[in-house]
């Protein structure tokens, strides 16, 4: 179902709603207070008072810098940033400093949302697609950002000192997803009642931030009348994600992991041995091309429909 | 009379500096360590003038060598000792080696082993105490190696931009690792540099820590009237190179870090120039008392 709200007017209102909190803050990025904004991000944001809002020089590994800065000065702070290959410059901060202050105290929220670029047709560069690099580097927490429930989960939860918020480029002005069956757990947006002890459906578990090929797969195998449970990762936590593979793992039942992430170190390969591990019957469906990653095209993980259908109809 | 009270206990200071630089040394290498410690030998004037303008509520930032502020600001013989060693961790309260050593209750918050990241650090810490109301000076130790990095010129250009009035000290010792400035780039001109972002430029030179002091001391009030960034460049000598031979040719090795040969202490630490803090203070030290003598 979708919402009057499209991802970025929803996010604008979280945004508002959580430096409504804050006794004081920052907010800052190349282009958020002028002009369209990024994709109309970050709306409103300078009509705050309590916080201070501004554009920035493009020096994306010193807004970092400056961004950890603010937060050993107990200051939060939001960086607001137009797609998440520009954090590539940054990548000292989001490791060593990040490692450094992991033992301080009395730090404040330092929070990155990066728009994820995975519309296509940017060319060899802006093609990283991938959120699980940054994740396995930087050990952050870092939310996908890729329905209501999930922007409501990342929201709500205990705020780190350092955290990444990702938004799927293409999905920015499109109606938000509302999806009323969905739970939160360990990292997962999933189906009510998944957990269950008699629940023996297959399993649909869809990693990375948005996924199209996902989405219609879904909407295939409802048309073909099979049943299945949803579990969509929100948030990359990979002891958490792993513990609910454990949970689900307990009963005898298939799984299909789907991953439309270009990289080739994704958390979803661990999901995928944990559950192999416990002798569950896993179709794992990625990206293998990676010869052709940098190709000039529209960015979409392909894949057969009947592949998973025959999976999950076999014996 | 109170002046020169207050300028033999700055030189005192840089003395007993090199003493505990010393002790350190001694000790460290007898009890054995496998933590890489940089000292800094002949970078005894600028941390004890910086520490004497450096009142609990202004930050300071350090790189990788950072002994000599540490020991400057208080720490003793016996705490650096402790850190080093991972035993008890009494400065910083948390186990971080030499490297990214802070001394959090005297100011220094932030200490950085990658060339250039306290740099931008710096700027959000200004940033932050600008928007608390807070009026202290940021202060921002690097090296003539760390400017090279993009992050020098990125960080000159926000807190100029923005004002926030980050003071960056850059301890110019002509090395970077075992590489000279001429084997490495063309010379920087910081004072064009600075003067093209709107930072304002001040040169130190000749280690005579009292007049170090009273240019900080300058800055640092100019500072917290304009926010105005500045760059301080301190010209200095890390001593305790050596000389060996390689064929018939002498091959001069710098001092980095880890142990320094012996030999190479005893002879080439404690020189009889400028270029040697401690000969300066001395100098300075026996030309008051002999002028508190005459009067």
């Not at chain 1, 970050?42 to 309590?50: E, F, K, Q, R, V």
């Not at chain 1, 137009?82 to 954090?87: L, W």
């Not at chain 1, 009642?193 to 023996?200: D, H």
């Given at each position: 179902m979708n919402s009057n709200f499209t991802f970025s007017s929803y996010i604008n209102l979280k945004l508002i709603e959580y430096v409504e909190t804050l006794e004081h803050g920052v907010f800052f990025g190349q282009n958020v207070i002028t002009g369209s904004r990024i994709s109309g991000l970050?709306?409103?944001?300078?009509?705050?008072?309590?916080i201070s809002s501004f554009n920035t020089q493009n020096s994306e590994n010193t807004l970092f810098g400056m961004g950890f800065g603010l937060s050993i000065a107990g200051v939060p702070s939001i960086y607001l940033m137009?797609?998440?290959?520009?954090?590539l410059l940054a990548i000292d901060h989001m490791v060593n400093t990040a490692r450094l202050l992991?033992?301080?105290?009395?730090l404040a929220t330092f929070l990155v949302l990066m728009v994820v670029v995975d519309s296509g047709y940017e060319g060899p560069q802006s093609n990283l697609n991938n959120l699980d690099d940054l994740y396995s580097i930087s050990q952050a927490k870092i939310s996908l950002l890729n329905n209501k429930n999930a922007i409501d989960y990342a929201f709500k939860s205990k705020r780190k000192a350092f955290e990444i918020f990702a938004i799927s480029q293409k999905s920015l002005k499109c109606a938000l997803c509302i999806e009323e069956s969905l739970t939160t757990m360990d990292g997962f947006s999933v189906s009510d009642?998944?957990?269950?002890?008699?629940?023996?459906e297959p399993v649909l578990v869809n990693c990375g931030i948005v996924n199209d090929a996902f989405e219609s797969c879904v909407k295939y195998l409802r048309q073909c009348g099979v049943k299945f449970q949803i579990a969509r990762q929100i948030e990359m936590n990979l002891e958490e994600n792993n513990q609910l593979m454990k949970k689900l793992a307990k009963v005898k039942r298939k799984f299909v992991i789907f991953d439309s992430s270009k990289s080739i170190n994704k958390i979803s390969t661990h999901f995928s041995f944990t559950l192999k591990e416990m002798n569950s019957q896993v179709l794992y469906l990625t990206r293998e091309d990676h010869a052709n990653w940098s190709r000039v095209d529209h960015d979409q993980f392909e894949l057969d429909n009947r592949t998973v259908l025959d999976f999950l109809v076999s014996r | 009379m109170q002046d020169f009270k207050r300028i033999l206990s700055l030189h005192h200071e840089v003395m007993a500096l090199r003493n505990k630089q010393f002790q350190i040394h001694e000790q460290i290498y007898q009890i054995g360590t496998r933590i890489p410690i940089h000292f800094a030998f002949g970078h005894e004037a600028i941390a004890v003038a910086l520490a004497s303008n450096l009142p609990s509520k202004d930050k300071l930032l350090l790189p990788h060598r950072n002994i000599h502020y540490h020991l400057a600001l208080g720490a003793t013989v016996e705490d650096l000792l402790a850190e080093y060693q991972i035993k008890t961790s009494s400065i910083s309260g948390r186990y971080l080696g030499s490297m990214n050593l802070d001394f959090p209750n005297r100011g220094a918050i932030y200490t950085s082993n990658i060339l250039g990241n306290n740099l931008s650090v710096a700027t959000g810490i200004a940033l932050g105490m600008k928007v608390k109301e807070l009026k202290s000076a940021i202060w921002c130790v690097t090296g003539d190696g760390a400017i090279e990095e993009g992050s020098f010129f990125e960080s000159l250009l926000l807190s100029s931009s923005k004002k926030l009035g980050v003071i960056y000290v850059v301890e110019n010792n002509g090395w970077s690792l075992a590489s000279t400035i001429e084997d490495r780039r063309i010379k920087m001109n910081l004072s064009l540099l600075a003067q093209s972002l709107g930072v304002r430029y001040q040169k130190l030179s000749g280690n005579n820590v009292h007049e170090y002091a009273d240019t900080l001391y300058e800055i640092r009030e100019t500072n917290l009237t304009t926010r105005d960034t500045f760059i301080v460049e301190v010209e200095l000598t890390t001593l305790g190179g050596y000389f060996t031979t390689e064929g018939d040719h002498k091959r001069y090795i710098n001092y980095h870090a880890g142990k320094a040969q012996k030999d190479a202490i005893s002879e080439s630490v404690i020189q009889s120039d400028s270029n040697d803090p401690v000969f300066i203070s001395e100098k300075v030290h026996d030309e008051v008392k002999t002028e508190l003598n005459i009067k």
């Open positions: 970050g709306a409103h944001m300078d009509s705050l008072g309590n137009k797609q998440h290959d520009f954090a992991k033992n301080h105290s009395n009642g998944l957990e269950a002890p008699e629940n023996t | -």
